[in-house]
Each structure stands twice: as structure tokens, then as C-alpha cells.
């Protein structure tokens, strides 16, 4: 590369064989008083801007678009030992919020990842896949007869889609695990 065959234009190198290099040197053409400024006036730069805004034709498309964006994943079975586990923990929250007044007395929180089915009637993944979420909030009741789900705050989680619920204080199950351990 000859440097004499090259010159430097705003940072960067270009080869004076370049065909436009007589265009890249000039300004950009200005109408001064002649026909076509007359017909095409100089805009204000607020009208310019609206030109160059996105345009959405059809409304909720890109909305709709982004939801089946959404992953969805099969559902995880505990095994035995994990179903256990999770069975003892619902019994000592089950044990701290049996009354209403209990659950304020103590008021813990918890913390409960739990399947939710996918309900998109136009997904492949209706009703065979679902996703999990996660929810922090007061643990409020247990109901293990009648309708076996867990409320925290204002959610209601079936027993069967509950993966795992883990409390604020970790001392809370781990203290239990102890007792049953020594008896």
C-alpha cells in the first residue's frame, strides 16, 4: 500500500483512484432564493421529526407477536424424596397459619415457584406445556383437606403444581428437620 495513493478524509484512508472522490469533497447543494426552494420551503425541524416516527398499520400486532415470544416448558414431576420434603414443609406453614389469627401472629413469609399451564388457545404449547413462575409474599393458609392449595398473599397454588417453597427465615424448616431427625 503507497501512501502517496491515498489520502486521510475524516479518519479514514481513501484511495484517490476512488471513483466519487470529487463528491466526497463537496457540500451539500443549498437553495438560495431559486424555484425549488420556492415549491419545497425549509421545514421546521419539530414537522421534520414527525416524518421519520415509526408507524405502527396494524395496532396490537407487535404486542401480539411478543406474547408468542413466551417459552413454555414441560412440567417437572417430584420424585418421592422431593414430594416428602415439600409434603413436611406445607405441614409446619399448614401448623403456622391455621387460623387467621395465626398467620398474623407469625406472618411468614414465604417464597413458592409453581406450574402454570399454558392457556393460549393459538400456542402449540396449550395445555401440554406451561410455564413456572415464582411468588414472595405472607404464607396466609394451608388448606390440606378440602381445597389442598397454599395462599400466599392473594394467590391460590394448587398442591399438585407446587414445585418448592422456601421460606425468608431458613431456620424455619431446617429447625424442624432437626426435631424429626431426634425423634
Given at each position: 500500500?503507497?501512501r502517496?495513493?491515498?489520502?486521510?478524509?475524516?479518519?479514514?484512508?481513501?484511495s484517490?483512484?476512488?471513483p466519487?472522490?470529487?463528491?466526497?469533497?463537496q457540500?451539500?447543494?443549498?437553495?438560495?432564493?431559486?424555484?425549488?426552494?420556492?415549491?419545497?420551503?425549509?421545514?421546521?425541524r419539530?414537522?421534520?421529526?414527525?416524518?421519520?416516527?415509526?408507524?405502527?398499520?396494524?395496532?396490537?400486532?407487535?404486542?401480539?407477536v411478543?406474547?408468542?415470544?413466551?417459552?413454555y416448558?414441560?412440567?417437572?414431576?417430584?420424585?418421592?424424596?422431593q414430594?416428602?420434603?415439600?409434603n413436611?414443609r406445607?405441614?409446619?406453614?399448614?401448623?403456622?397459619?391455621?387460623?387467621?389469627?395465626?398467620?398474623?401472629?407469625?406472618?411468614?413469609?414465604?417464597t413458592?415457584?409453581?406450574?402454570?399451564?399454558?392457556?393460549?388457545?393459538?400456542?402449540?404449547?396449550?395445555?401440554?406445556?406451561?410455564?413456572?413462575?415464582?411468588v414472595t409474599?405472607?404464607?396466609?393458609?394451608?388448606d390440606?383437606?378440602?381445597?389442598?392449595?397454599?395462599?400466599?398473599?392473594?394467590?391460590?397454588?394448587?398442591?399438585?403444581?407446587?414445585?418448592?417453597?422456601?421460606?425468608?427465615?431458613e431456620?424455619?424448616?431446617?429447625?424442624?428437620?432437626?426435631?424429626?431427625?431426634m425423634?
Open positions: 500500500m503507497q502517496s495513493s491515498y489520502l486521510l478524509w475524516q479518519g479514514r484512508l481513501v484517490l483512484q476512488f466519487y472522490l470529487q463528491a466526497l469533497f457540500q451539500r447543494p443549498r437553495h438560495r432564493m431559486d424555484e425549488f426552494e420556492f415549491r419545497h420551503p425549509p421545514m421546521e419539530e414537522k421534520r421529526a414527525k416524518i421519520f416516527a415509526p408507524y405502527d398499520a396494524l395496532d396490537g400486532y407487535s404486542a401480539s411478543k406474547k408468542k415470544n413466551i417459552e416448558v414441560e412440567k417437572v414431576y417430584l420424585d418421592e424424596s414430594r416428602t420434603e415439600l413436611r406445607l405441614v409446619i406453614l399448614h401448623e403456622l397459619t391455621r387460623t387467621a389469627r395465626l398467620a398474623k401472629q407469625n406472618r411468614v413469609t414465604v413458592a415457584t409453581y406450574y402454570v399451564p399454558c392457556t393460549d388457545q393459538h400456542s402449540f404449547s396449550c395445555g401440554v406445556r406451561g410455564q413456572y413462575r415464582t409474599g405472607l404464607a396466609r393458609k394451608v390440606s383437606d378440602l381445597t389442598r392449595t397454599v395462599l400466599i398473599d392473594d394467590t391460590a397454588i394448587s398442591f399438585d403444581d407446587l414445585l418448592s417453597v422456601e421460606a425468608e427465615d431456620t424455619l424448616f431446617r429447625q424442624s428437620a432437626e426435631e424429626d431427625c425423634a
